[in-house]
């Protein structure tokens, strides 16, 4: 018996819009891999993952106000 578990809840955050929607597109083929949101930098992206609560971040290590 196979057990089906939840799609992985993902946040994309990245200061380039093009490879955010890059990625989003690539992924959205996946059914393990949701993406629950995006955010262009780390102060959004800290409001995001308080309020969306993803299991994993997928983040562009140098952002223009840190990472």
Known sequence: MRVKSKPI???LV???QVV???LRMVLHNNQGITVVGEAGSK???MRAVK???PDIVLMDIR????S
């Open 9 to 11: 809840r993902l946040l």
């Open 63 to 66: 952002l223009p106000d840190g």
């Open 20 to 22: 955010r929607v890059g």
């Open 43 to 45: 102060a959004a992206a």
């Open 51 to 53: 309020r969306l609560n």
């Open 14 to 16: 990245d200061d380039h």
